[in-house]
């Protein structure tokens, strides 16, 4: 008798646990989970951990767009709902694990994304992948792993590779921001 | 001759009624007099003048300071905004490279061959 109530009241709750399961796989979208890499700060030299979700990019919303390069970075913006960066460099090899590197591949295995580029040679892994909604390009996730350095990149949204890959002659015109890491 | 009678009459010098003098004085009295407002009022109007001002003062420090924090957040979230996109292009140029110089020796390799 008890052991039958018991059942009964946990059975709506199995139940919406088994339903909602593959809908939360599904619906993980884009954005990478990627807090399991913090503990790799403790040991890196130099760690780079950058995240911009849609509160700072409509903050950041106030870029003039009167400067050429600032209209260019608007435009590149326009369409992105999020920057998540992990970077790490290590002084020596090994600092990793393989399963650091595959618990974000398993994540990018997941219907939506797909692998575009895939390099690997001896100790490096080059990979990017495309997230496509609705036959639309949305979102990025960049995996390079070498011996003494592991860069995650995972953008949200719309990306406009060219324009993205020229950002690099940009960084002179970073604003000038004192006490900006305070 | 009748004119002249008249006038005289006119501006003869007279005494005033009985009692004017008082009367005078007692108005001059009460014009004098200073507004009877009641003490409490009279102390509450001088508390009101720097409690407003020190009021005006703290609405227009907090308002410098909402805009100041408001500017150095918008700065901040820029410069994040465009570390961000540098790292990221950086990282897609890097693979770039790598690609191409794979497809290269690639090529090489098979003109070689």
Same mark, same amino acid.
């Given at each position: 008798?008890?052991?039958?109530?018991?059942?009964?009241?946990?059975?709506?709750?199995?139940?919406?646990?088994?339903?909602?399961?593959?809908?939360?796989?599904?619906?993980?979208?884009?954005?990478?989970?990627?807090?399991?890499?913090?503990?790799?700060?403790?040991?890196?030299?130099?760690?780079?951990?950058?995240?911009?979700?849609?509160?700072?990019?409509?903050?950041?919303?106030?870029?003039?767009?009167?400067?050429?390069?600032?209209?260019?970075?608007?435009?590149?913006?326009?369409?992105?709902?999020?920057?998540?960066?992990?970077?790490?460099?290590?002084?020596?090899?090994?600092?990793?694990?393989?399963?650091?590197?595959?618990?974000?591949?398993?994540?990018?295995?997941?219907?939506?994304?797909?692998?575009?580029?895939?390099?690997?040679?001896?100790?490096?892994?080059?990979?990017?992948?495309?997230?496509?909604?609705?036959?639309?390009?949305?979102?990025?996730?960049?995996?390079?792993?070498?011996?003494?350095?592991?860069?995650?990149?995972?953008?949200?949204?719309?990306?406009?590779?060219?324009?993205?890959?020229?950002?690099?002659?940009?960084?002179?015109?970073?604003?000038?921001?004192?006490?900006?890491?305070? | 001759?009748?004119?002249?009678?008249?006038?005289?009459?006119?501006?003869?010098?007279?005494?005033?009624?009985?009692?004017?003098?008082?009367?005078?004085?007692?108005?001059?009295?009460?014009?004098? @007099?200073?507004? !009877?407002?009641?003490?409490?009022?009279?102390?509450?109007?001088?508390? #009101? +003048?720097? *409690? $407003?001002?020190?009021? =005006?003062?703290?609405?227009?420090?907090?308002?410098?300071?909402?805009?100041? @924090?408001?500017? !150095?957040?918008?700065?901040?979230?820029?410069?994040?905004?465009?570390? #961000? +996109?540098? *790292? $990221?292009?950086?990282? =897609?140029?890097?693979?770039?490279?790598?690609?191409?110089?794979?497809?290269?020796?690639?090529?090489?390799?098979?003109?070689?061959?």
């Amino acid at each position: 008798m008890n052991t039958n109530f018991k059942t009964k009241s946990w059975l709506p709750l199995l139940l919406a646990l088994l339903a909602l399961t593959p809908r939360d796989l599904a619906a993980q979208g884009p954005k990478l989970q990627l807090d399991h890499l913090n503990r790799l700060a403790d040991a890196a030299s130099e760690t780079v951990d950058v995240t911009v979700d849609p509160a700072t990019l409509q903050t950041a919303g106030f870029l003039s767009g009167h400067d050429v390069n600032d209209a260019k970075i608007k435009a590149l913006i326009e369409g992105i709902k999020g920057i998540y960066i992990k970077s790490f460099e290590f002084t020596a090899a090994g600092a990793y694990s393989e399963q650091d590197i595959e618990t974000v591949r398993k994540q990018l295995a997941a219907p939506g994304w797909s692998r575009m580029v895939s390099v690997r040679e001896k100790d490096e892994l080059t990979e990017i992948y495309f997230w496509r909604e609705g036959g639309q390009n949305g979102g990025l996730a960049v995996l390079s792993a070498e011996s003494k350095e592991l860069t995650i990149v995972n953008i949200v949204g719309r990306v406009d590779l060219a324009a993205l890959t020229a950002m690099g002659k940009l960084m002179p015109k970073l604003p000038r921001v004192p006490n900006i890491l305070k | 001759m009748n004119l002249d009678h008249e006038l005289r009459q006119a501006l003869k010098p007279q005494d005033p009624p009985a009692g004017f003098a008082e009367e005078v004085l007692r108005r001059a009295t009460i014009t004098g @007099q200073a507004p !009877t407002t009641p003490l409490h009022s009279r102390r509450s109007r001088w508390f #009101a +003048l720097p *409690i $407003a001002a020190s009021l =005006l003062a703290a609405a227009f420090g907090w308002h410098h300071y909402v805009q100041r @924090q408001r500017q !150095t957040d918008a700065e901040r979230a820029t410069y994040e905004v465009i570390l #961000a +996109l540098h *790292i $990221a292009g950086e990282t =897609l140029a890097d693979v770039q490279k790598k690609v191409q110089d794979k497809l290269r020796n690639q090529n090489e390799h098979q003109l070689q061959n």
